[in-house]
């Protein structure tokens, strides 16, 4: 299992996750965060600090969001090994979603 | 006593080392497992951001490697934060007595030679409350792998100082500071006269999968200490050794056969100086005097470079993580089942039922 951040963050990415993950398995990309599902250790650190409810564990994810899973694996294969290596290149599906300003 | 209870009998050779019976389908060979198939069904309830959901990924992680059935595996628990996870294990495992852990897979491990134990306990359940246990583990050097969670609290009762916590912590029972010199888990283990000791850190996947991996080969008790963040009681508690900005200037990695540096660059050493003793050089490379550059030996039949290590931090010197000691002994379980062999050929292989009925007794 994992937790997979979802479409609120998008144009969003308050970062507070990051600060909290005790496994550093959360990526920066250009409009949204996303978490390496083979890194995250389902610890919960990171879902009550989200302050737009982006974040939920893959199990209760809704419907509408499920594809997010499927891009944070893509965007993150790999990266367990370069884990510094800077930003993650966002998902198709992602940079396809409309501008979102002001909160969610 | 009815006969089923006592069938079959208690006669014959007892318990010998057998290979652990490994995974195999005739038609495939060894069936490949994943960390999936060591999930329980059972909820996680630690608190959000414990650093145990990162020990227990790894652990389900890395048991496939070891190709072992479920059945055969079995983790012993004492009472604690760290002591909820055999739930979490798709094996067998027992939530068992406060300190008590040790004692309890001992008669599990030499009866039991088919099995693979694992002990979780934390520096409470470890050094205070089964303080005495953990040392006798150790020194009988029973096939143990005992897993030491160290967050130097207790986190389970919301937060008083540990056998680990260090001098001067402000804790609810220790609200002018603590004034207990601290136990350094490792140099306990090594004077205990452990032959497998290790240390890693419950963020660092790789580092912590590569320990477990060596503790699993060792045949005796090893003893791996995961320094832990309990980020509820004692957050930050091993910051310094975790954060990217510092943890290179306070980590050393031990690694076998090669030369004590750390620092981003490997710019810093470990010497021993003319009194023998282990202490940081300001120069890799660089030899002062007569001080040598120390080359790790982990298989050193002698413990004091191991327990020297282990009290770098103390001196002023930067906290190893790695296999301290890991030195060929023979096990305790083997001992015991040698043991029994040579009585059953020197006396036959007895009989509980007539021992029990019979007429040896003593009056006092």
Request: glycine share 10%.
């Given at each position: 299992m994992t937790y997979v951040i979802g479409t609120n963050c998008v144009d969003v990415k308050d970062r507070t996750c990051i600060?909290?993950?005790?496994?550093?398995?959360?990526?920066?990309?250009?409009?949204?965060?996303?978490?390496?599902?083979?890194?995250?250790?389902?610890?919960?650190?990171?879902?009550?600090?989200?302050?737009?409810?982006?974040?939920?564990?893959?199990?209760?994810?809704?419907?509408?969001?499920?594809?997010?899973?499927?891009?944070?694996?893509?965007?993150?294969?790999?990266?367990?090994?370069?884990?510094?290596?800077?930003p993650v290149d966002d998902h198709p599906d992602v940079l396809k979603l409309p501008a979102r300003t002001g909160s969610a | 006593m009815s006969e089923s209870l006592l069938s079959p009998p208690l006669t014959?050779?007892?318990?010998?080392?057998?290979?652990?019976?490994?995974?195999?389908?005739?038609?495939?060979?060894?069936?490949?497992?994943?960390?999936?198939?060591?999930?329980?069904?059972?909820?996680?309830?630690?608190?959000?951001?414990?650093?145990?959901?990162?020990?227990?990924?790894?652990?389900?992680?890395?048991?496939?490697?070891?190709?072992?059935?479920?059945?055969?595996?079995?983790?012993?628990?004492?009472?604690?934060?760290?002591?909820?996870?055999?739930?979490?294990?798709?094996?067998?495992?027992?939530?068992?007595?406060?300190?008590?852990?040790?004692?309890?897979?001992?008669?599990?491990?030499?009866?039991?030679?088919?099995?693979?134990?694992?002990?979780?306990?934390?520096?409470?359940?470890?050094?205070?409350?089964?303080?005495?246990?953990?040392?006798?583990?150790?020194?009988?050097n029973v096939n143990l792998k005992i897993l030491l969670f160290n967050n130097r609290i207790y986190g389970l009762t919301k937060g008083q100082y540990s056998p680990t916590s260090e001098p001067g912590k402000i804790t609810k029972s220790t609200p002018m500071g603590s004034l207990d010199t601290p136990f350094n888990p490792v140099s306990l283990a090594v004077g205990a006269g452990a032959g497998f000791v290790a240390r890693t850190v419950d963020s660092d996947r790789k580092h912590l999968t590569s320990v477990l991996r060596a503790a699993a080969e060792y045949e005796g008790t090893a003893l791996v200490e995961i320094y832990q963040n309990c980020n509820i009681f004692n957050d930050g508690a091993f910051e310094v050794l975790k954060n990217p900005a510092t943890r290179d200037d306070h980590l050393l990695r031990l690694e076998q056969g090669q030369p004590l540096r750390y620092g981003s660059d490997g710019e810093h050493t470990i010497v021993r100086d003319a009194a023998g003793s282990l202490r940081p050089a300001a120069e890799a490379g660089a030899t002062e005097g007569s001080d040598a550059e120390v080359i790790h030996d982990a298989h050193a039949a002698d413990p004091a470079l191991a327990f020297a290590l282990s009290r770098l931090p103390e001196n002023g010197g930067p906290t190893p993580i790695g296999v301290f000691r890991?030195?060929?002994?023979?096990?305790?379980?083997?001992q015991v089942a040698e043991q029994l062999e040579q009585a059953v050929q020197a006396s036959g292989p007895g009989d509980l039922d007539a021992l029990l009925a019979g007429r040896d007794h003593w009056t006092v």
């Amino acid at each position: 299992m994992t937790y997979v951040i979802g479409t609120n963050c998008v144009d969003v990415k308050d970062r507070t996750c990051i600060a909290e993950c005790p496994v550093d398995c959360i990526y920066e990309g250009e409009r949204m965060l996303y978490i390496h599902p083979d890194e995250c250790v389902d610890c919960g650190a990171c879902e009550p600090v989200c302050p737009v409810e982006a974040i939920y564990p893959a199990d209760t994810l809704p419907t509408e969001w499920l594809w997010h899973l499927d891009a944070a694996t893509a965007v993150t294969a790999g990266r367990e090994d370069e884990p510094d290596a800077g930003p993650v290149d966002d998902h198709p599906d992602v940079l396809k979603l409309p501008a979102r300003t002001g909160s969610a | 006593m009815s006969e089923s209870l006592l069938s079959p009998p208690l006669t014959g050779p007892g318990p010998r080392r057998v290979p652990l019976p490994l995974i195999t389908n005739p038609s495939e060979g060894p069936v490949k497992q994943s960390a999936k198939d060591f999930r329980s069904a059972e909820e996680v309830r630690w608190c959000p951001g414990c650093g145990d959901y990162a020990i227990l990924a790894a652990v389900q992680g890395f048991l496939p490697e070891l190709g072992l059935r479920r059945e055969n595996i079995v983790f012993v628990s004492g009472i604690g934060c760290s002591s909820r996870f055999p739930y979490y294990m798709n094996t067998y495992g027992m939530h068992s007595i406060h300190g008590r852990a040790p004692a309890i897979a001992t008669g599990l491990s030499v009866s039991r030679p088919d099995l693979s134990v694992w002990v979780i306990t934390g520096d409470g359940d470890a050094l205070s409350i089964g303080g005495n246990h953990l040392i006798h583990a150790l020194r009988r050097n029973v096939n143990l792998k005992i897993l030491l969670f160290n967050n130097r609290i207790y986190g389970l009762t919301k937060g008083q100082y540990s056998p680990t916590s260090e001098p001067g912590k402000i804790t609810k029972s220790t609200p002018m500071g603590s004034l207990d010199t601290p136990f350094n888990p490792v140099s306990l283990a090594v004077g205990a006269g452990a032959g497998f000791v290790a240390r890693t850190v419950d963020s660092d996947r790789k580092h912590l999968t590569s320990v477990l991996r060596a503790a699993a080969e060792y045949e005796g008790t090893a003893l791996v200490e995961i320094y832990q963040n309990c980020n509820i009681f004692n957050d930050g508690a091993f910051e310094v050794l975790k954060n990217p900005a510092t943890r290179d200037d306070h980590l050393l990695r031990l690694e076998q056969g090669q030369p004590l540096r750390y620092g981003s660059d490997g710019e810093h050493t470990i010497v021993r100086d003319a009194a023998g003793s282990l202490r940081p050089a300001a120069e890799a490379g660089a030899t002062e005097g007569s001080d040598a550059e120390v080359i790790h030996d982990a298989h050193a039949a002698d413990p004091a470079l191991a327990f020297a290590l282990s009290r770098l931090p103390e001196n002023g010197g930067p906290t190893p993580i790695g296999v301290f000691r890991s030195v060929a002994r023979p096990s305790y379980d083997r001992q015991v089942a040698e043991q029994l062999e040579q009585a059953v050929q020197a006396s036959g292989p007895g009989d509980l039922d007539a021992l029990l009925a019979g007429r040896d007794h003593w009056t006092v």
